[in-house]
Every structure is written in C-alpha cells, then in structure tokens.
C-alpha cells in the first residue's frame, strides 16, 4: 500500500505540473504566459491541498491553500455538479488582490464529488484605477466578482462575461484567461479521473490521508530539531507616504513554530495593505524554506507553521481596505521573518534582499485614441547567504519570470531601451548581495505613457547581516533628472524615458574578510568597479 | 540503388556505434569513444565492418553520422574562446535568464552559469523595435572599433532585440568583421534561430558560436580521413529534429547537432512502426543514464521548436540553457539501469537522476558500487540471469546487490531485499511512466492506443510494466537495439523544415499572399533537399503556428494538400478551433485567430518499408523453468525462460517470461504474449 501511495503521490504532482503547464500554453496575459504568476493545485474533498505545481509563486500557493474551503462554504458542496467551474477574485478569500482571479473546479468519479482542482492568475487588468497603490479603498481598485459560478453544468456564464468586457481595459485578455485557467483545471481532472480508472479506486480520502500525515510528521520532525527559541525583528520599508514598520515574534515549540505580527504599522490610506492571507502565505513560505525545504508543499506540510497578526495592521487589513500592491509590503515578510529566525538559528538565512518584484505599468495612448496595458515584473538583488553570494537580479520570494523585452514590445506600443545588471548595487560583504538591474522605458513615437511605480527599497534599502553593507538603493527618475517616489504615478513629457535601479540585496560579514580572488572576479565581471572594490574591499588591481 | 552501401555511425559517451547496411544485410560493431580524436572510433569502425561485409571504403555510397560531440561540449564548457555582440543596454540578456528560481525550495541555490561570461560580452548601439523599423541604425565605425576589441576570440555570437524580424543590423556586422577579422568565427542569431523571445535566441546563438570550430575542425578532418581511406562519398549529419543536413551545413549551425543521437533511436523507431503498420508509437530507448520517450504518429517522430541542454540541477527543468532549434519532442529524465536508489527524510524511495555510470557501476558488478541501481533491483527480481548479463562478459553478484538494497533502502524502511528491490523499481517505472504521460498530455495524446518499441539496453527489462501502467496493451522490441540510433541514421530522409514569421489575422486574411508564402517556402525546402539529391522525388508538407490574438504560445495546425493549395478564413478557423479544443477542452469565443509562423518541409520519400508479413505459423515454445517476481500482485511467481532464437516466425510462449539473448533480456509480464515475428521483433501483447 505504502508503495502505491507513494506511486500515486507523485502521479499528483505530475498531474498539476501539466495543469500548471496548460495554463502557461492557453494564457493571454503576458504576466501569465511570459512570466508565469500563476499556480495549480489539487485538493482532497475537505478542501486540503494535496500538491502544487513547482511552477508558482509562493504568494499564490500559500494563498490558494485555504481559497478552496470558502468555495465550498459559498457554493454548497450540495449545489455542485460535474461541468460545474467557479470563479472569484475576493482579495480575502483568494490571493490577496483583485487582480488575481481563482478558478475553482470540482472533480466528480463514478457521480461522487472526490477531489477539487484550483488555479489563480494575476491578470493584466480589472478595471478601477487600474494596477497601483492609488485606491483609497477596496472599491476603486475594480470589479469584485463574489464567489459564483464560472460555468454551470458547462454552460458558461454569459452575464460574467459581459460584465467583464465592460469593466476591463483589455476584457479580451482578461477573457482569454479566465478561458485558460478553466481549461487547466480541465486537464488536471481528465488525467485524476485516469488515475482513478487505474487504480480501480473510489476516491482519493487513503491518499490524501497518506499525503497530508507524511508531509505533516516530516516538517515536524524538522522542527524537533530546532532550539527552543523566542526572536523578535523589526524592518522599516518604504510605504507609500509614511514608512511602514514590520514587525514579528518567531517562536519554536516542539511540533510547530509560531509568527506573530504584533507590532506591525496600522493599514495604510493607499492600496500596499496586505489581506492576512497572503501574510500567511509568505511567512509560512519563508519558515518551510528555511526549516524543511525538502518536503513537498501541502497542507500537512504547511500547518506546522503558525501565523498570527492582529487586527487592522497592514498585515491583516480587513474590507475595504485598498489592496492592490498588496504584495509590495507581503513580498517583505520573509525577510522580516528571516531577521528573527537568524536569532534562533544561525548562518542559515540569507541577508535582507529587494523583497518586492521590481514591477511596474504603463498605460499607452495613441493619436487616434487607442490604448493599451503593459505589465512587466522585474528583479532586484537577493541577500547574500551565509556561504555563497545573492543572486543577480533574481526574484526572490516571488516565484515569478520576468517577461522576454521583445514579447513585452509586442504587447504593447513601449520600448525598452534598457535592461541589465546594475554595477556596485550588491552590498558588500564577505559574500556580497546579488546586484540589482538598471531598466529605461519609454513609449514608442507618437504615444503617451503613463508610468505606474510598484517599488519598494528607495529610501529603506535591504539591509545586511554581521557586518555586511546594504544594497544599491532603488532610483525613479525621468531621463531629465527629475525623481519620483517608489510608489509613483505619472505623465511621462514627450520626448523623455524613465530611468530605473532596481535595488540589490544586503551584503554578509565583514567585507574585509572577502577573498581577494572573488573581489577580483566582480572586478573583472564588472559586478564591482575598481573604485568600489578599492573602497569597499581594500582591493589594489 | 540495389547496389548500395550506406554507413550510419553514432557517437555517444562510451561508445561509438557503426552500422553498414548492404545488400539488405547489416554488420555492426561498437567502438570505444576516442574522445582525443573522435573520428579514429569511426575510422576503426569502419575498416571492421567493411572487414565483416568484405568490401572496401571506397564502394560505400554514403556516410550518415550522428554525434553527441557539441552536447558533451556545451556540457562541458569546452568549446571555443567565444564573444558576443548584442544591443546597448542588453549585455546580461543571457545573465539574468528568466530572472527566476527553478528551484523554489533552496537558499542556497546556485544559478548556472552564463556560456560567455560578462566581460567577454560587448554592445553596440542599434535598435530595431517590434514592428522591424529600425529606431537606431548601426554605425559601420562603430564595428569597426569593437573589431579591435576582438582579437583573440575565435568565435563570436551576434544577437540584437528583434533581429528575427529585421536581420540587417546582424549582417552588417558579419560584412565588416569578415573584412576586419577574417579567421573570426561569426554566429548571427537571425540565421541560427529566427524566433522572437531574446532569451532563447541569443542562447542558441551563443551554443552555436560556442561549439562551431571545434566542430568545424572536427568535421573537416573526419571528411579529409575518410577521403584517405577511400570513402569519398557524400558524408551527411544527422540533426536533432531527425533530418539529416550537408557536412558544409552542419559545420555552420552545429547547435543543430545537439540531440542527434536521440534522434537516431527515435528514427529507428519509426522505421519499425512503419514496417509494422503501426501509426500511433510510443518510443521508449532505456540506456544506461538516461530514458528517452518520444510520440510517433503516422510513422513521423513528433518535432519541437526548443530544447534545453546542459541541465546544472539533478536534470530539473530551467537548470539548463533554452536552445531554439527544431527537435524530435522528447522527454528525457535521469532514469536508466544504472540509477542509483536511496531513501529520502520523507521515507520515501528516490530513483535517479545520479547514476552509477560504468565505473564503478551497479553494486552487481563488483566494482566497489555499494549503492543500489535499477540493474540492482531487476537482478533480485530475477529479471537479469547472473551469468549471461552483456553476453556473459560482466558478472554478476546478486548477493552484493542484495546488501546494497538492504544497506540503502530495506534497512531504513523494515523491508526485505526483494521487497526493496520491487520499491526500487517501481519508483523508477513511475518516473518514466509520468514523464511519458506528462508528454502525450502536452501533446493531447491519449496512450491507451498506442504501440509500446523499446529498444535501449535496460528498455526490454521495463518496458512491459511501463505499458501496464500506461494501459499500452502491445510492445514491440525489435532487434539490433543495441545500436539502434545508427541504424536510425540510415533510415533518415533528406528533409529541410523552411519557416518564416509573418503575423496574419485570419479576420484580416490575404489568401493570395498565403498562398505565396507556402509556395516561397516550399520552393526554399525543396531547393535544400534537391542539393543533397538531384533526382529524388520530392514531399512537403505544410503547418501554420496558430493561437487566440493575445496568447503567447502557438498550436500547430497542419494543412492538407487542399488547404495548401487553396487557404481560406473559413477553413482555416474550423481547423485550429478543433485542433485547440481537442487540447484544452474548450475553444475561446468570440477572439480573434491569428498565424504567427508558416513552416513547410519538404523531404524524400522513406525508403518503401518492408511491410512484415502476419505471422503464419503459431507453434507454442516453452522454456525452463524460472521464478520472476510480478509486480502487479507484489509477489514472486512461476515463470519460464526462453533464448530469443527460439522466438522464431510465429512462435508464441506465455508470460510470466524472461526472452534472453546475448545483450539483454525481454521480460514479458503475466497476462502477456509474445510472439516472434519474420524481421525479428518480439511482439508482446496482452489479449483482449
């Protein structure tokens, strides 16, 4: 039995990877099939998940996790039916803005409701004032579709779709993905209910139990391990207008360990508030990699991780608090759980990074009126690790690809004059922070650009760990010198292009330790220049 | 041509693999590698199976040569001292990847790293934007300057953004740097991949530059020691989307050459499907490190358009380096006899992708292995006979097999050695299984109707349990699976797949311009296959690369004869919108249709396949007694053993069955039969 289980465990995960996959090959969005901000899982009929594809980011997974328990909760596990797909966008209830919308599909063997497949993908419009921090409530950010049904009984749901075609910029993108994230679960279910032919089994309850309890006593095993421990940390970011104060306690027990968030700023009048979710999300991301990486990501798995935050934080910004970059200020909380953990366990986490995806929007118009969305994510510089260097304009916690620049210039009429590796931008350290990236943007002649910055790490740059330098903070600026705020809207003048650096990550030790020959390969490189290394290193050519 | 001698030969890491077919008959040989002087293997090779054909070099009519030289360089970072030119601002393109982890799960990740490192990356400033105007053109003194800079590289990769759109700007560097530096190798991304997305194709660009005098030289000293040996005859290469190219052409695009050996075997598989009327393959070619699954419809290997080679992290996907090329589509994982077995923190059994190799190999061999292989488990399942194992040249110890299963995976899981050994290989079955299903999935394919050729040394031993977990209800394995990819060689066509990117909405749709885009490109593939054959009839075929406006990826949608002649808006929609909705379900409403590539093939006919007649016969045979252990019911059951001559035309014997000959063994699972066939192949079925 053991051997079959572990035969069919992996069979799910093959099975969400094509889900994943099917998505990727159907999508409109560039930020779905470029870049892949999407995930796929499948869940057991109690609404656990039982495994997620690797091709996801953290934000969404997590997220996802608990989305398909309110599916259930709003739609009647009674009311369901085979052809039956469901949709929401409910920041609290899905993944954390109205951008991402959660297809929800309930898979039935032999007439018995076994399983659910679930899938989300961050769209590139949704209609309000469009992707930005500017809504000062849940309402301006765009259309809220409730829990309802997507299809019913496969018919799908016309009045959804006109809705969508008048409330969004580009509804035939928007469209076009929701199309594709049902026709992913679709995939995932045809190839379940071969499994199940196969086996000649009746559901998947022995499996999932199996599933849940290995992954379970796995991770808590892994936090047996652990020192008892209590470790507090605090990092100011950027915010929109006023810095943003994060605070958490990490604790260690026996069989879990404990977040809590107390200490947190209060929610924010601008949409970087994070719905307790998505906090969820990325603390317990943050926690599993760090403590038990090796055991697949499910329900077992994750509920030894604990999270707490009180009410009406920044963290646990209820309805209608605005929430759209709500991943600005969540994509920060691993490394604010990484400055406790590295308390209690030493050399183990990396240095402070840029955290947040370095993304922005433009919205283009042209001469006769036409008007177009561009969506691009970008990376900064991951924080150093206690033995090896950060990762070169790499996203990290995200799970996200940035978009090839040519696909980019075909979604839209915008030219990307810029985008490489920022020099001298990695803090400096025994293992130095990965460097961040310099990006130009502007429109292509006879347009207007509008420009939307979603960056964090201007005026709070990542720190580093035991002596480490901070990284290469983040600069907005038009081609004239004129500088924008981290979170920023604005008309670009004819003629001119925005300049961008986005910021590296936090050095580790002391630089003077640094070996002399990794100093000269940064040199060589160009990672370092010669006046950086000499200042920073003592470096003589 | 009843008078021809063709000679298919295949490099692969250990052994170089010749084949000479004349007068209907084939002589192998395998040779050891030379890696020094690779063609030395070929040239030994050659002088012995001419030896065992009794005739001379200089009879052969032609020499068709697969290799994995440019992988195992690329793999090894040991090509030439290479530079690229790319766009102002766009140095890091094949730096910063995707930006992303492919592994989500590890702190301590590390990256691999970029073929040409930075300080060998240059820029000029030039741009062409995405509609192919150009926004900045590119000053000829400006490559002037950057030549100087070149001295000392031997091979430089040229890509700028949007090149497959407009290609002057790339040229114009070519022109000034074959006057500037004329010995200077030059790659240009609009003539080695021609696709959008920057990434791929400065990376296939750069994989090109990278390998190309090394190959260059090699090939132009296997044409000169041939020539001295007689062989004068034209030499072709084999191509990773399993065509085969001129020699010239290949030393000018050898990033074509990366999977040509795969290639081979898929090939290979075809030329037996076809023999056997068999339109709908699964190929499955087992060897030592890795497993190989490919689709095969209508006798036809299916292709691909990128490849990823060089993968840094345990075979994961995104580890390696995107080459843009035209492929055989397969799937390979770290899956083969020699796959080392242990026992991760989840208790659970982990096969692969790390393997034994042959030194000091499985645990079996004696050679100081203490880690348990997948050879490992099939010799404790009574799968492998101890004593006849590689024609009874290597030994085999089930006693150190057995310590090595208890010592790794029983001892931690309280199970017994064959309980360990049955784990073991049902792990790795699995692990191909999923791959296999992961494939016809992306491919829409439902394997329950499809024929199982397994060839590969370790195929024969697992290929009956992977088609009871696949539902694949017949298997063939047929003879010479040794060499299978060489024998693949000779079976290949002149084929030259022709593409051009022109964006045409369908709602928007010029039939007259079309019509002349397939015939441009039917003329261009045609003119290639003319050059390697001047009299032989020629086929194309046609496929359009279609999507939903807005979507990022394309379905192949393949015309037919009418359709080629004669695009029309209606006929075209009603193609793609069946073809799309078979895939995912559903098609989109009320979106418009786009074409975004027009390719066309063209290529000689197969050579007429030898149907191979029904069996006639249906004598019983029956063997000695054997125990074999059944999967299926997880115990050991009564079974027998047969040598594989015995399975002649028309003889059939049951399953549970171990087939043996001298280089492996066919086992045949319970509740199968296997029947000999004229040609030699074992056709396994399970009835009803």
């Known amino acids: 039995m053991s051997v079959q289980n572990q035969i069919m465990w992996n069979r799910l995960i093959s099975i969400v990877e094509e889900q994943a996959q099917a998505l990727i090959r159907t999508a409109f969005s560039t930020s779905v099939r470029e870049a892949g901000d999407l995930s796929a899982g499948i869940y057991d009929r109690r609404g656990r998940m039982l495994a997620q594809a690797v091709t996801g980011t953290p934000g969404h997974v997590n997220a996802m996790a608990a989305a398909v328990a309110h599916f259930m909760r709003e739609i009647g596990t009674d009311t369901m039916a085979e052809g039956d797909v469901y949709v929401t966008n409910d920041p609290w209830m899905g993944t954390g803005h109205l951008h991402d919308i959660t297809v929800v599909t309930p898979v039935f063997h032999k007439g018995q409701l076994v399983a659910y497949f679930a899938c989300t993908a961050h769209v590139v419009d949704i209609g309000g004032r469009g992707f930005g921090a500017d809504g000062e409530s849940i309402y301006e950010e765009g259309l809220q579709i409730p829990i309802i049904r997507f299809a019913d009984k496969g018919e799908v ?199 947040a995806l370095c993304n922005f929007q433009v919205s283009l118009r042209g001469p006769n009126g036409e008007r177009s969305e561009v969506l691009t994510f970008n990376s900064g510089g991951t924080g150093a690790r206690p033995t090896l260097d950060g990762l070169n304009a790499t996203a990290f916690p995200s799970g996200v690809m940035t978009m090839p620049v040519e ?135 | 041509m009843t008078d021809s001698a063709n000679l298919g030969v295949d490099i692969g890491g250990t052994f170089t693999d010749v084949v000479l077919e004349t007068g209907g008959r084939l002589f192998s040989t395998k040779v050891l590698t030379t890696y020094a002087a690779p063609e030395d293997a070929i040239l030994d090779g050659m002088r012995q199976v001419c030896r065992k054909a009794g005739l001379s070099p200089s009879v052969l009519t032609r020499i068709i040569h697969g290799t994995t030289l440019a992988t195992n360089a690329l793999i090894e970072r040991r090509g030439a001292r290479t530079a690229l030119i790319t766009t102002e601002g766009f140095r890091d393109v094949i730096e910063m990847r995707t930006e992303s982890r492919f592994e989500q799960y590890d702190l301590n990740l590390v990256l691999p790293e970029p073929l040409i490192p930075r300080d060998h990356r240059f820029t000029l400033k030039e741009r062409v934007d995405a509609g192919g105007n150009v926004l900045h053109p590119l000053d000829r003194a400006d490559i002037e300057a950057l030549a100087e800079k070149l001295q000392g590289f031997d091979s430089v990769a040229v890509g700028f953004l949007h090149s497959y759109l407009r290609p002057d700007h790339e040229r114009l560097v070519r022109e000034v740097l074959a006057e500037k530096l004329p010995n200077l190798s030059v790659s240009l991304s609009s003539d080695v991949s021609p696709q959008m997305r920057e990434y791929e194709r400065f990376n296939t660009t ?222 790795v079955d699995e692990n191909m299984a999923n791959a296999a299903r992961v494939h016809a999935v992306e491919n829409g394919e439902d394997l329950a109707d499809y024929t199982m050729i397994a060839f590969g040394g370790a195929a024969p031993l697992h290929a009956g349990r992977l088609c009871e977990k696949l539902g694949i209800t017949r298997l063939l394995v047929p003879p010479g699976a040794g060499v299978g990819s060489a024998i693949g060689f000779l079976r290949a066509p002149y084929a030259f797949e022709a593409t051009r990117s022109v964006y045409m909405r369908l709602d928007a749709f010029d039939g007259a311009t079309a019509k002349s885009i397939l015939s441009d490109l039917a003329e261009e ?101 054997r125990r074999l252990f059944d999967p299926v019911a997880g115990a050991w059951a009564d079974g027998q053993s047969i040598p594989r001559e015995r399975l002649t035309d028309g003889t059939m014997a049951d399953g549970p069955l171990a087939v043996t000959e001298a280089e492996t063994t066919v086992i045949v699972p319970r509740g199968f039969t296997v029947t000999g066939r004229a040609d030699g192949v074992l056709d396994i079925r399970r009835p009803g």
């Open chain 1, 407 to 541: 696909a980019t210039e075909h979604a839209g009429p915008v030219v990307i004059h810029r985008k490489e590796l920022r020099p001298d931008s990695g803090g400096a350290g025994q293992s130095r922070g990965g460097l961040g990236q310099f990006m130009e943007v502007g429109p292509r002649d006879g347009f207007a650009m509008e420009f939307r910055a979603q960056l964090d790490r201007m005026k709070f740059p990542a720190r580093g760990r035991k002596g480490g330098a901070p990284g290469g903070p983040t600069v907005v600026q038009l081609s004239d010198g004129t500088q924008y705020p981290a979170k920023a809207r604005f008309q670009v003048p004819e003629g001119q292009t925005v300049q961008l650096a986005f910021p590296g990550g936090g050095g580790m030790g002391e630089p003077s330790q640094r070996d002399l020959q990794a100093v000269a390969r940064d040199v060589r490189l160009g990672y370092v220049s010669e006046e950086a290394a000499k200042r920073d290193y003592g470096w003589e050519a």
């Open chain 2, 525 to 625: 593939a045609s003119a290639f296959v003319r050059s390697c054959d001047a009299h032989a009839t020629i086929l194309t075929d046609a496929k359009l690369f279609m999507r939903y406006k807005g979507q990022g990826w394309e379905i192949p949608v393949a015309l037919d004869a009418d359709l080629t002649a004669n695009p029309t808006t209606e006929a075209l929609r009603d193609r793609f919108t069946q073809d799309y909705a078979a895939l995912f379900g559903r098609a989109v409403e009320g979106l418009p249709i786009e074409i975004t590539v027009w390719a066309v093939n063209a290529s000689t006919p197969l050579a007429a396949a030898q149907p191979t007649p029904d069996a006639t016969a249906s004598d019983r045979a029956e063997g000695t007694p």
């Open chain 2, 206 to 427: 750069c994989a090109n530059a990278y390998v190309k005098p090394m190959m260059e030289s090699y090939l132009g000293r296997l044409a000169s020691r041939l020539a001295d040996e007689g062989a004068t005859c034209p030499i072709f290469l084999m191509h990773s989307g399993g065509g085969i190219v001129s020699i010239e052409t290949a030393a000018q695009y050898p990033v074509r050459l990366v999977e040509s050996g795969p290639a081979g075997g898929a090939i290979f598989a075809a030329d037996v499907a076809r023999r056997h009327g068999l339109d709908k393959v699964l190929s499955f070619d087992m060897g030592g490190t890795t497993a190989k699954i490919c689709l095969i419809r209508d006798f036809t290997p299916k292709t691909a358009r990128v490849f990823e080679v060089a993968r840094s992290y345990r075979f994961k996907k995104g580890s390696g380096m995107p080459i843009s090329i035209p492929v055989i589509d397969m799937v390979e994982i770290g899956a083969g006899g020699g796959s080392l077995a242990h026992v991760d923190s989840m208790r659970q059994i982990r096969v692969g992708p790390e393997s034994a190799g042959s030194e000091p190999g499985p645990a079996a061999y004696g050679r100081g292995g203490l880690r348990p292989a997948v050879s490992d488990a099939d010799l404790v399942l009574g799968r492998l006979d101890p004593d006849n194992f590689a024609g009874g040249t290597i030994p085999l110890h089930p006693d150190r097999s057995e310590a090595a299963l208890r010592a790794e995976v029983g001892d931690r899981l309280g199970m017994d050695p064959v309980q360990s050994a049955f784990g073991v290989s049902e792990v």
């Open chain 1, 157 to 355: 749901n016309k009045t959804l779709i006109q809705m969508l075609r008048v409330n969004t910029r580009e509804p035939d993108q928007v469209i076009g993905d929701i199309y594709a994230l049902a026709a992913c679960n679709e995939v995932g279910l045809r190839r379940l209910g071969s499994m199940l032919d196969e086996y000649g089994l009746p559901d998947i309850e022995a499996l999932a139990d199996f599933i849940v309890d290995a992954s379970h006593d796995a991770t808590v095993q892994a936090i047996a391990r652990l020192p008892r421990a209590k470790a507090s940390n605090t990092m100011t970011t950027d915010g929109y207008a006023t810095p943003i104060v994060l605070a958490c306690t990490v604790e260690t027990h026996p069989d879990h360990v404990h977040v809590d968030f107390t200490g947190c700023s209060a929610p924010d009048p601008k949409g970087i508030n994070v719905p307790f979710i998505y906090t969820v999300a990325y603390a317990a991301y943050a926690l599993k990699i760090a403590i038990a990486p090796e055991v697949p990501n499910n329900a077992g798995s994750l509920a030894p991780f604990r999270v707490s935050a009180p009410e009406n934080t920044i963290v646990n910004a209820k309805r209608p608090h605005p929430v759209s970059l709500r991943h600005v200020i969540g994509h920060l909380i691993p490394d604010t759980v990484f400055g406790a953990f590295d308390q209690i366990v030493p050399d183990m986490v990396p240095a402070e990074g840029a955290g």
